[in-house]
């Protein structure tokens, strides 16, 4: 009797790990929160760039900063086919500012106002809410140093938030000062730290960038630095005033702010104005967007020394935790939108 042969199992394909997927009928709401937060950005007459999706590896390490997790622990670097070192973009601004340099937008019309949208790339543990592939909606703004243009970087992320429907989310805001206050309340806050049962690692980044520290997501180095001096009680006079302009700004504009006085960002370029827009619906990964101004990122890559100020708003419409709005053409009843990612349209809601 003659054998049947076995059957060759064909490996099945998936998506990389991490890397979330849109597509019909639910990608429509996915498109919608994208295109809902470009238009707020095209209200307020900021203009497209498109940027590339793989830069100079340099570009990151000193634009973003070595001492950040981003740079040290979550790019994908590797070397083409011309042993040239590439990473695939992980965050929008230092490629904006690059762009800017290397085409000289800047000596035109000041500030130059900028929007981009698209994927960036962090190589993290996949969780709720944390993708090595992410989509962001962001703009930047360069060339002016002013606490208005701060307060209009900010509206405009708002803005989206509000025509997508969402509520419960809250902006806070703080101030990192400025080359004039950072260097003291560096040496104070190391000082500070010195005091502290802190591992190595911990002591060698206090070292680099104390503000890191403060950034700790551990519960012991939480409960540490508790006491820790704040750079809102040290800002330099100008630091200060630029803080409660940007402010008066916000109330003026009717956007609602808490001010968080212990906010550190993950980027080592942030000055003065910095910003996140939390939900605490979302659990650990509460930030929905976010950002701060720049005022010393552009001439460290070469180009003239223009200040900046830019935000970034998640695009992943993960961000509503009560599910897809009315506005989202992806939902039906008693379905999951896998573009929302997080709850389940009830057929009440129609």
């Known amino acids: 009797m003659t054998a049947v042969p076995a059957v060759e199992e064909k490996a099945a394909f998936a998506a990389p790990k991490g890397v979330p997927e849109y597509f019909p009928p639910e990608g429509a709401g996915f498109e919608h929160v994208r295109d809902t937060l470009v238009a707020a950005a095209d209200r307020a007459g900021y203009g497209l760039v498109e940027l590339p999706v793989f830069e100079d590896t340099a570009l990151y390490a000193r634009g973003v900063g070595e001492s950040t997790d981003v740079v040290s622990k979550e790019m994908y670097t590797f070397a083409d086919r011309g042993d040239r070192s590439v990473t695939l973009r992980p965050e929008g601004t230092a490629g904006v500012v690059r762009s800017v340099i290397e085409h000289g937008l800047d000596r035109h019309g000041l500030p130059v106002k900028l929007r981009y ?3 960036f790339f962090r190589y993290e543990r996949p969780q709720a809410g944390r993708y090595r592939q992410l ?4 703009v930047e703004a360069i060339g002016v140093d002013d606490p ?25 805001i703080t101030s990192l000062g400025d080359a004039d206050c950072r260097p003291a309340y560096g040496a ?41 001096p704040l750079l809102v009680d040290h800002l330099s006079a100008a630091s200060a005033e630029h803080f409660a302009a940007v402010k008066q700004h916000l109330d003026d504009l009717g956007v609602a702010y808490v001010e ?26 509460s930030g929905i967007g976010g950002g ?6 552009m001439a460290t890559l070469g180009g003239q020394p ?3 100020i830019g935000s970034a708003s998640a695009s ?6 009560a599910g897809p709005r009315a506005s989202c053409p992806g939902r039906r009843p008693g379905a999951r939108c896998s573009a929302c990612r997080w709850a389940t349209w009830p057929s009440a809601s129609w």
């Open 135 to 138: 989509q962001q909606v962001g």
């Open 117 to 119: 949208s698209g994927p």
């Open 316 to 321: 992943t419409a993960r961000c509503w935790p």
């Open 260 to 285: 968080n006085p212990r906010m550190v960002r993950g980027l080592d370029y942030y000055t003065k104005t910095t910003f996140e827009f939390v939900h605490d619906g979302l659990g650990a990964q």
């Open 292 to 297: 701060g101004r720049y005022d010393g990122l």
């Open 306 to 308: 223009l200040s900046g």
């Open 188 to 228: 104070l806050l190391r000082e500070f730290l010195a005091g502290l049962p802190l591992d190595d690692a911990t002591r060698t980044r206090a070292q680099l960038n104390p503000l890191r520290v403060l950034d700790d997501k551990r519960p012991e180095v939480r409960a540490l630095v508790a006491d820790a």
């Open 148 to 172: 208005a243009l701060d307060a209009e970087v900010i509206a405009v992320a708002d803005e989206g938030f509000t025509a997508l429907g969402l509520t419960g989310y809250r902006l806070e």
